[in-house]
C-alpha cells in the first residue's frame, strides 16, 4: 500500500512536473530592478513575493531581504509577504527599491475559510478561531492535534502517557452528546473526515486550523457540526517561488515516572514480617517494569517541494513519522504523502484545484495496557526474568488476574491503517461576482487489525494453544457539492450569498477470522490455517451503508464595516433515521457590531479594533445511529442443532426503534474580540450556552416487555455552559528582543438535565445510577466497585462513591477504609442508591494554556504550558496496590506492608483532587545565518526541544493526565492500565532551499 | 419533502452518478434481513420460529443460558443454599462479598445476578411470543398445515419451562403473553396465578410433543420434547403447597399453600400428579445408568437416564460450561489446560451428608477431596509441594489462613473433557438439566408424603452406586438423598423451600427470615416499570 501511494503519487507528481515546466515562460526584458525588502523594525524579510503585476514573472527575496527581477521599464511590481501589507509599486525606469513592508496588524483581511465561504476575518460574526502555522506547536509533533493543543479556550485535546501508538482526543466545548458524536468534524481543504483521516496529513504540510466552535457558524455542516468543527488547509503550491524544504526532527526518549512497587529484598522482608507461609520465592530479584523498558527514539521527516506560476502551481510533500516506545516492541510508523495542483484557465475564470493524500500507518501496541501494567507492577519480583526451559515464562500459579509481563509483550498486536483520498474542485466565475463551483472527493480507508497470542504464553495456553486473528476493516467515503455564490459590494453594503447541495455516501465493509490452536508460534498471525481451531462465529463479515442528503443557503451581509449579519440554513436528510424523521431543519443567526469602527471609537488611538458579537444556531447528531437501527431486521443468532445436522437461527439483534431522529443541539454564544495598542495586546471573550435535546441514548428499558434491556432512542436534555477568554500580549518587540506571552482559559459546566421521557406513547425513564466506569483486578470482579457514573442531574461523568471515614484498626492489626453509613439506617450498604454519594467530577472545570515565547536576535525559545483544575481523579491504582488483602500473591506499593490496608473496597478515600499544570514542551530555536553559508539555501533553522518537562500537581498517582474528558469507562480513573510517563529530548532542522 | 427528495435527485445525478436516486435516502440492509426473508419456506418458518429459541438454552456468557454461564440461573439456585460456598480467599473471589451475600441470605434487590437472570428468561419468553404470534398468524392463514400446530405446541412449552423458573426464582411476576405488549400491559401476577398458567400451558402442549429422548443426537436432540414436559409437570405437582402459597412470608417460611392439582381437567391431589407424571416418565423407558460418573461424562448423548440436557461440543456449539474452571485450584486446571479459578466448593452441610450415608461412594464420584492427580496419572504440583485439597477447612471466608487457596472439595461430577477448548469453557459433556434419578425421588416423596413408603425408589437410587439400602426413610432422609445424589445440580434451593427449611441456620449463618425463599424482583426492573412492586421483605 505504501509503496503503491508512493509511486502513484510519484508517477503523477512527474506528470505534473512536466506540464508545469512547459508552462514556464521567462522572456528577456528591459530592465533589472534590483532591490531591499525591510520589516518596519529594519530587519530583512526574507521570502516576500516580488511579481511583475500581471504576469508570472516573479521571485523571492533572499536572507538579507534582497531581490532582482528582470521586467519592462513601464511595468508595475508587487511586493508581498504573509501578514503584511501588500504593496505595489510603478517601475518607471527606476532600477533600485527600498521597500518597507508594514505589518499587517489590524490582520483582519486574512483569508479565513468559514465552512463552505471563504471570507475575511472582517465579516465574520461567529465564533471562529484560527491558528497559523508559527503558532502552533513545535518540538516533538507526531499527530496534527498536537500542533494545537492547548492553543485554543475551550479546545481540549488530550494524550495520555508514552505510548507511540495512542492518538490524543479532543473536545470542542466540552461533551454534549451521551452517544457518539463527540469528536468534531475534520474538514481537510474540504473533505469531511474524522480524526483519522486528520493523522493521514503530515503535521507539518498543515498551513492553518481553524476552529469553529459556535453553532452560527457550525450549523453550515447541519448534522455534522454538532461537536464543533476544525477547518484544515494545507499547504499549496504559491506563485512565483521554486521552492524545496525539508523539516525534521530527532528525539529520544526515556521514563521519567515509574510504579515502584516493592522489589525483591523488600518483597521477601515483607513476607517474612508479616509472616506468610503461601510465598511463592523464584529466587531471583527481577524489577519486571524494568524489564520490559527501553529507549524510545522518535523521528519525523518531510520533504516538499513545489513551484508556479499566477496560472498554475503544485506542491508534493511525503513524509514519516516514526516512534519506538519505551516499552520493548511498542513502535508506530506513519507515511504520508501529499499532492496538490492548481490551475487557472480562460482569463482566471476557471479555476481548478485537485489534491490528493495518502498515509499508511502501521502501529504496533503493547496488547491490552491495563492487563500488561497491571501484571508489571504486582508481579512476584522473586521471579527470574527469563523463559523456563520448556518455553513458557515463570508463573506464579495463584496469581489468576495476571500473567507474566514480559510474556505478555510477545503478544503481537499489530494494526495497518490506510487512507487515501482524492479531491478536486472547478470554480467558474460567470461573472466576478457570481461563482459556481463543484466540489467531489473520494476517501478510502482500511484498517487491519492482526493479533497473535502465543501458545507458550499463559493466556495463549488459555485460548487453547495460541490464538491468531485478522480483520480487517474498509470504508468508502464519496462527498460532492455544488455551490453557488455571489458576492458584491453596494456602496457601503457587503452582500455574500451562498446555495449549496450536497451529498455524502458512506460505504463500510469488514470482515475477520480468528484461529486457535497452534503447535508453533513460528506463523504469528500470518497463516491461519496453522490454528486447528476455527468455530462457529469465528468468522465474521459485515457490509452496511448510509447517505446524507443536505442542501444550505446562506447569507453575510455587512454594512460600513461596522454591522455584520450571518444567517445560513441548511436542512439534512439521513438514510438512518425512521422513515418519518430523516430530515432535520438546522438553522442560525449571528450579528456582530465592529464597535470600534464607530465614530466615536474611531479616532482613539490605543483601540485597533472592538467586535462584540453574538449568535444562535441549531445543529444534528445522528452519528449514536448505527445504520439500520430504525429497522426490524434479523441476524444470525446463534447455532443449534435441527434434524441432527447443525443449523443457524436467525432473529432480532436488538429492540428496533422506527422513531429514531435526530438528536438537536442548540447554542447561543456571545463574545468579544479586541486587540488594543497597534495589537501589541489582543483576545477574545466569549460565552456560551446550549442545550441538547432528543438526547440520543442507549436508555435501559424494562425486559418485559422489551426483548432487550436497552433501547436507543431520542429522550433526554444535557446542557452545557461556559466562558473562554483568550488574551495575548507583546510586552517587548524591539528589533533583537522580542516577547510574546499567550494564554487561554476555559470554564465550563455541564449537566445532564433529562433522561426520560415518552416513547411510543410509553413513559420511559433510564436507570437512576448508570456505571461508566469500575475498579478491575483480583478481587473486584463484580463487586460493588463502580466507581464513575452518569447520573440526571449532575454533570456527565462524576464520582459516586462510599465515603470512608479514614483508615480503622481492624483488631487484627490490619486496617480498613471504614465506610460510613450516609444514609443513616443502621446498616452500611455500598449499593448504588444507598450509602453512597456524589463526590466529585471527572471532568475539569477549567482548562488553560499558556505559552511564553521570545526572540534574542537569532534565538527564540518557547515554553508551552498546559493546566487543569476542578476535576477529581480516583487512584484504582493505590487502591489496588495498597491492598494487603492480595499479598504475597500480588506484589504491593513499598508502603502498604506498613500501613497494612487489609481492603479493597471502593471509598472515597482514594479520590483525589486532580488539578495540575503541565510543561508541554520547552524549544529552544536559531535560525542561521544563511548568506554567510551558501546563496542556494534559503532558510536553516535548528531546534533543540525537551517535550513533558515537568507536572506541577498534588495527586499522588504516577500522572493526573488521564482521559477526563472522554466519556467511557476510563474517565477520571486511573486503574493500572497508565503507560510509564515519558520524556523527550529532540533537535529539530528546518532547511528551505 | 418532495422538493427534497427531486433535488437530493439532481445532487446525486450531479456528483455520484448513482444508477437509481430515489433510493438515496432509502436503506437496503446487506447483513440483516427483513423479516418476510425468515418465514419463506417451512424449513425457515421451524428455525426461525422454534429451532432459534434452542440457541438460547445454553449461553455465551452474560450470566445467560439456562445452566447459567458465570453469575446466572445457576449460581442463584446454587450458592444461596446449604449445599455449595465459593468462600472468599484473600484477593480471590472477593467480589464485592457477593458470594458472602447469597451464602449469607443478605442479598440486595439491585444484585447483578437477579437482574441478569430476570432479564434472560424473559428474553427468551419475548422471543417465543414473537414465534407464538408468528405461527398463529401463519396458521390463521394456512389452517390446513399440520406442522404449525406442533411448532406451536413445542414454543409454548419452551415458555412455560421459562415461566416456570421465573415462578421459582421470582414468585410474583408478569405474565405476558404477546410481543406486541405495551410497559403499561406489563402487570405482575400473583405467584399461584403464573404456577397456574405453567401448568395450563404444559398440560395443552403435552399432546403434541413428540415423546422421543431428547438427549440423545438426532431430530429432537436438546428440545423440548413430553418426557421433559412430564418432568416439569412433576415438579410442579411437587410443589404445589409452594407455589399456590401467595404469602410465602407467614407460617414460619413453611409452605402452606393448597395440595389441589388440576389434571385432565379434575382436581387431583398433588401427590398422585407428581406420581403419575413421574410414572409416564418411567413408561417412556427412562432408567437409571449402571454407572453414576456416565451421565456426566463425554459421551454422555448415550446416557439413558438423562431427560434433558444442553448439547454441548466445542466444534458445533457456542454454549459454555464453566463450573469445572470455576472450582478448581490454578495448578489443578493448568494440569488438565484449562482455566482454574479456585473457587467453588463443597459446604460442611454437604460433606457431613455424605459422610453419614453408609458405604456412598458418591463424594469421590461428585469431589476433588485430597490430592489430585492430572491427566498423566502423576500428582498435580502446586509450586514445589504436592496440590491437597482441605475440604474441612471451607468457610465463608478463608482469607489468611493456611489453607487459603486449598480449602474446599472440589466439583468432579463433569469429566474433564481432554478435548475442551476455550481455557475449558468449550467441551462436549452435555450439560444435565434433568435426569431420571430425580424422577425417582421425586415419586419417592410423593408416596411419602401420602403416607406410603418410599424406600424402593430410594434404595434404587443409592443401590446404583453401591451404598446401603435404608429402611423406612423419613422426609428428611428423603431430602439427604436428593442432596447426595443431586449435589450441585441447580435442585437444591427448590428443595430446601419445599421443606421449609432454607432458611434454617447453616455453617457460619445464622435463621434467616422466610421471604429468603424468594428473591426480589430486580430493583431496575421495578424502578423501570411503575406498575410493578418489590417482593416482601425488600
Not at chain 1, 743 to 768: D, I, P, R
Amino acid at each position: 500500500m505504501k509503496q503503491k501511494i508512493y509511486s502513484c503519487s510519484a508517477r503523477v507528481s512527474l506528470l505534473v512536473l512536466i506540464g508545469l515546466l512547459c508552462n514556464f515562460s521567462i522572456f528577456a526584458q528591459d530592465i533589472t530592478v534590483r532591490g531591499n525588502v525591510k520589516d518596519v523594525t529594519g530587519e530583512p524579510i526574507i521570502g516576500a513575493s516580488v511579481l511583475q503585476v500581471g504576469t508570472t514573472n516573479g521571485i523571492i527575496t533572499d536572507v538579507d531581504g534582497n531581490f532582482s527581477l528582470t521586467v519592462p521599464g513601464n511595468s508595475s511590481i508587487n511586493i508581498s509577504y504573509i501578514g503584511y501589507i501588500p504593496q505595489t509599486l510603478a517601475v518607471n525606469g527606476q532600477t533600485s527599491f527600498n521597500i518597507i513592508l508594514k505589518e499587517d496588524v489590524e490582520a483582519l483581511d486574512e483569508v479565513v475559510v468559514v465552512g463552505y465561504a471563504t471570507g475575511s476575518k472582517r465579516t465574520i460574526s461567529g465564533a471562529v478561531e484560527k491558528i497559523k502555522k508559527e503558532d502552533m506547536n513545535v518540538g516533538v509533533v507526531t499527530n496534527p492535534l498536537e500542533s494545537i493543543k492547548g492553543k485554543v479556550a475551550g479546545v481540549v485535546i488530550n494524550k495520555q502517557g508514552g505510548d507511540p501508538a495512542s492518538t490524543p482526543s479532543i473536545r470542542v466545548r466540552g461533551t454534549t452528546s451521551l452517544s457518539g458524536g463527540n469528536d468534531p468534524l475534520v474538514v481537510i481543504d474540504g473533505v469531511f473526515g474524522d480524526l483519522g483521516l486528520l493523522n493521514a496529513l503530515s503535521p507539518s504540510d498543515i498551513e492553518t486550523f481553524t476552529i469553529l466552535k459556535d453553532a452560527s457558524e457550525t450549523a453550515q455542516y447541519g448534522s455534522r457540526g454538532a461537536s464543533g468543527v476544525i477547518v484544515v488547509t494545507t499547504t499549496k503550491g504559491k506563485a512565483g517561488a521554486v521552492s524545496l524544504n525539508y523539516d525534521g526532527t530527532f528525539g529520544v526518549e526515556s521514563v521519567y515516572k515509574n510504579i515502584d512497587m516493592l522489589n525483591a529484598a523488600q518483597y521477601r522482608s515483607a513476607v517474612e514480617v508479616g509472616g506468610y507461609v503461601n510465598a511463592l520465592d523464584g529466587g531471583a530479584s527481577t524489577n519486571f517494569m524494568k524489564e520490559m523498558q527501553r529507549t524510545g527514539f522518535t523521528q519525523n521527516h518531510r520533504v516538499s517541494f513545489g513551484a508556479g506560476n499566477e496560472q498554475s502551481n503544485y506542491r508534493a510533500s511525503i513524509g514519516v513519522i516514526a516512534q519506538d516506545g519505551i516499552i520493548d516492541g511498542s513502535d508506530m510508523r506513519n507515511y504520508t504523502a501529499k499532492l496538490d495542483a492548481n490551475q487557472r484557465m480562460f482569463d482566471d475564470r476557471l479555476k481548478i484545484e485537485f489534491g490528493m493524500f495518502g498515509s499508511k500507518k502501521v502501529n504496533n501496541y503493547v496488547n491490552d495496557h491495563q492487563k500488561t501494567f497491571y501484571s508489571a507492577a504486582s508481579f512476584n519480583p522473586t521471579l527470574p526474568a527469563a523463559q523456563n526451559v520448556d518455553g513458557t515464562w515463570p508463573e506464579d500459579p495463584n496469581a489468576n488476574e495476571i500473567d507474566n509481563p514480559l510474556g505478555r509483550l510477545t503478544i503481537q498486536d499489530k494494526e495497518d491503517n490506510a487512507y487515501l483520498n482524492a479531491h478536486g474542485k472547478l470554480s467558474f466565475n460567470f461573472t466576478p461576482d457570481l461563482m459556481l463551483s463543484v466540489f467531489g472527493s473520494y476517501t478510502y480507508n482500511e484498517k487491519i487489525n492482526s493479533t497473535y497470542i502465543p501458545n507458550n504464553i499463559k493466556a495463549g495456553i488459555r485460548e487453547g494453544s495460541g490464538k491468531a486473528s485478522k480483520t480487517q476493516k474498509n470504508s468508502d467515503v464519496l462527498m460532492g457539492n455544488i455551490t453557488l455564490s455571489y458576492k458584491k459590494d453596494f456602496g457601503k453594503n457587503h452582500v455574500d450569498v451562498l446555495g449549496l447541495m450536497e451529498g455524502q455516501s458512506y460505504k463500510f465493509n469488514g470482515f475477520g477470522a480468528d484461529a486457535r490452536g497452534f503447535g508453533t508460534n513460528y506463523f504469528g498471525y500470518d497463516n491461519l490455517k496453522a490454528g486447528a481451531n476455527v468455530k462457529y462465529g469465528d468468522v465474521t463479515s459485515y457490509a452496511n451503508s448510509y447517505n446524507i442528503s443536505s442542501f444550505m443557503a446562506r447569507l453575510n451581509y455587512m454594512f460600513d464595516d461596522r454591522y455584520i449579519a450571518t444567517v445560513n440554513l441548511r436542512t439534512d436528510g439521513s438514510s438512518k433515521l425512521g422513515e418519518n424523521n430523516k430530515w432535520g431543519f438546522f438553522p442560525s443567526a449571528s450579528a456582530a457590531w465592529v464597535i470600534s469602527n464607530e465614530a466615536f471609537l474611531k479616532d482613539i488611538e490605543q483601540i485597533t479594533n472592538i467586535k462584540i458579537r453574538a449568535g444562535y444556531g441549531l445543529t444534528g447528531n445522528q452519528d449514536a445511529i448505527s445504520p439500520y437501527n430504525s429497522l426490524s431486521l434479523m441476524q444470525p443468532t446463534g447455532i443449534t442443532t435441527v434434524n441432527g445436522q447443525q443449523t443457524v437461527t436467525y432473529g432480532y439483534a436488538r429492540n428496533a426503534n422506527p422513531d429514531l431522529k435526530w438528536e438537536t443541539k442548540k447554542m447561543f454564544d456571545v463574545g468579544v474580540d479586541f486587540s488594543l495598542l497597534d495589537s501589541r495586546i489582543s483576545g477574545s471573550v466569549d460565552y456560551y450556552n446550549s442545550r441538547t435535546t432528543d438526547l440520543l441514548y442507549e436508555y435501559a428499558v424494562p425486559v418485559p416487555p422489551f426483548l432487550y434491556n436497552k433501547l436507543l432512542a431520542n429522550l433526554g436534555e444535557m446542557q452545557n455552559n461556559g466562558v473562554e477568554i483568550a488574551l495575548s500580549g507583546t510586552p517587548v518587540q524591539t528589533k533583537d528582543f522580542d516577547l510574546k506571552i499567550s494564554a487561554n482559559v476555559s470554564y465550563q459546566k455541564n449537566e445532564l438535565k433529562s433522561l426520560s421521557g415518552t416513547y411510543m406513547g410509553q413513559e420511559l425513564s433510564t436507570s437512576e445510577y448508570m456505571r461508566l466506569g469500575s475498579i478491575n483486578g483480583a478481587g473486584f470482579i463484580g463487586g460493588n466497585t463502580g466507581v464513575i457514573y452518569q447520573m440526571v442531574g449532575q454533570p456527565v461523568g462524576v464520582f459516586y462513591l462510599p465515603h470512608s471515614r479514614g483508615l480503622v484498626n481492624d483488631g487484627l492489626g490490619s486496617y480498613t477504609y471504614q465506610v460510613e453509613d450516609l444514609d443513616k439506617n443502621g446498616t452500611v450498604d455500598i449499593n448504588d442508591g444507598n450509602d453512597r454519594y456524589v463526590a466529585g467530577q471527572a471532568t475539569p472545570k477549567v482548562f488553560m494554556g499558556a505559552n511564553i515565547s521570545m526572540r534574542y536576535k537569532r534565538f527564540d525559545l518557547q515554553v508551552q504550558m498546559s493546566g487543569a483544575f476542578g476535576h477529581k481523579i480516583y487512584n484504582g491504582t493505590s487502591l489496588t496496590y495498597m491492598n494487603m488483602n492480595t499479598f504475597p500473591t500480588y506484589n504491593v506499593l513499598p508502603d502498604a506492608p506498613s500501613m497494612n490496608i487489609k481492603d479493597n473496597t471502593v471509598t472515597d478515600y482514594w479520590l483525589e483532587k486532580g488539578d495540575y499544570v503541565n510543561i508541554d514542551y520547552i524549544t529552544l530555536g536559531y535560525n542561521f545565518n544563511v548568506k554567510k553559508i551558501d546563496k542556494v539555501i534559503k532558510n536553516i533553522r535548528l531546534t533543540a526541544s525537551v517535550n513533558n518537562v515537568h507536572t506541577f500537581t498534588n495527586y499522588s498517582g504516577l500522572s493526573p493526565m488521564i482521559n477526563n474528558t472522554v466519556v467511557g469507562s476510563d474517565m477520571g480513573v486511573d486503574d493500572k492500565r497508565f503507560y510509564p510517563l515519558t520524556r523527550t529530548y529532540s533537535l529539530g532542522l528546518n532547511i528551505t532551499f | 419533502m418532495k422538493k427534497n427528495i427531486i433535488y437530493s435527485c439532481l445532487l446525486a445525478a450531479a456528483t455520484f452518478a448513482l444508477p437509481s436516486c430515489s433510493s438515496f435516502l432509502e436503506e437496503n440492509p446487506k447483513d440483516q434481513m427483513p423479516e418476510e426473508e425468515a418465514y419463506k419456506s417451512p424449513e425457515l418458518i421451524y428455525l426461525n420460529t422454534v429451532a432459534n429459541l434452542y440457541t438460547q438454552i445454553g449461553a455465551t456468557g452474560g450470566g445467560e443460558g439456562l445452566a447459567g454461564t458465570d453469575r446466572g440461573l445457576y449460581d442463584i439456585q446454587t450458592f444461596t443454599n446449604d449445599e455449595a460456598l465459593l468462600p472468599t480467599r484473600g484477593g480471590d473471589w472477593e467480589d464485592g462479598k457477593l458470594w458472602q451475600r447469597l451464602y449469607l441470605h443478605t442479598w440486595d434487590k439491585s444484585e447483578a445476578p437477579f437482574k441478569s437472570v430476570w432479564d434472560y428468561l424473559y428474553k427468551v419468553i419475548g422471543l417465543s411470543n414473537q414465534s407464538i404470534d408468528k405461527l398463529n398468524s401463519l396458521m390463521e392463514a394456512d389452517p390446513e398445515n399440520i406442522y404449525l400446530p406442533v411448532y406451536k405446541a413445542e414454543v409454548q412449552a419452551i415458555r412455560a419451562l421459562y415461566y416456570y423458573q421465573l415462578l421459582d426464582c421470582f414468585g410474583r411476576v408478569p405474565l405476558v403473553e404477546k410481543s406486541d405488549v405495551q410497559i403499561s400491559d406489563v402487570k405482575q401476577s400473583e405467584r399461584s396465578e403464573v404456577y397456574n398458567f405453567v401448568r395450563k400451558e404444559l398440560q395443552e402442549a403435552l399432546p403434541y410433543l413428540n415423546t422421543a429422548n431428547s438427549t440423545k443426537e438426532g431430530e429432537y436432540y436438546g428440545r423440548m420434547t413430553r418426557p421433559v414436559a412430564f418432568f416439569l409437570l412433576a415438579k410442579l405437582a411437587l410443589n404445589a403447597q409452594v407455589y399456590s402459597d401467595d404469602d410465602w412470608t407467614d407460617n414460619g417460611g413453611a409452605p402452606n399453600g393448597s395440595t389441589d392439582f388440576e389434571m385432565n381437567g379434575q382436581k387431583v391431589l398433588c401427590w398422585d400428579a407428581a406420581i403419575a407424571y413421574c410414572d409416564s416418565i418411567s413408561n417412556l423407558g427412562y432408567q437409571l445408568s449402571s454407572t453414576y460418573s456416565s451421565n456426566f461424562s463425554v459421551g454422555n448423548e448415550k446416557s439413558v437416564e438423562n431427560i434433558f440436557t444442553i448439547p454441548m461440543d466445542p466444534a458445533k456449539y457456542s454454549a459454555q460450561f464453566y463450573y469445572i474452571i470455576r472450582t478448581v485450584h490454578y495448578a489443578h486446571g493448568k494440569a488438565y489446560s484449562i482455566d482454574g479459578w479456585n473457587g467453588a466448593s463443597a459446604s460442611k452441610e454437604l460433606l457431613a451428608s455424605f459422610r453419614k450415608s453408609k458405604n456412598d461412594p458418591r463424594l469421590e464420584l461428585c469431589f476433588f477431596t485430597g490430592k489430585v492427580t492430572g491427566p498423566d496419572g502423576a500428582p498435580v504440583m502446586d509450586g514445589d509441594k504436592e496440590l491437597e485439597y482441605k475440604p474441612d477447612a471451607v468457610a465463608v471466608d478463608v482469607s489468611g489462613i493456611a489453607d487459603e487457596k486449598t480449602a474446599g472439595a472440589r466439583w468432579k461430577k463433569y469429566e474433564i473433557d481432554p478435548a475442551s477448548q476455550s481455557a475449558g469453557k468449550l467441551q462436549s459433556v452435555d450439560f444435565v438439566l434433568y435426569r431420571y434419578a430425580d424422577v425417582l425421588l421425586m415419586k419417592a416423596e410423593a408416596k411419602m408424603r401420602k403416607g406410603e413408603s418410599g424406600d424402593n425408589e430410594i434404595n434404587e437410587v443409592r443401590g446404583r452406586v453401591g451404598a446401603d439400602a435404608l429402611s423406612k426413610a423419613t422426609l428428611n432422609d428423603l431430602l439427604d438423598e436428593r442432596a447426595r445424589e443431586l449435589s450441585w445440580e441447580g435442585v437444591r434451593r427448590q428443595d430446601l423451600v419445599r421443606f421449609g427449611k432454607f432458611c434454617d441456620a447453616v455453617d457460619g449463618r445464622p435463621a434467616t427470615q422466610p421471604y429468603c425463599t424468594v428473591f426480589p424482583i430486580p430493583h431496575d426492573v421495578v424502578l423501570l416499570n411503575k406498575n410493578l412492586s418489590q417482593n416482601k421483605g425488600y
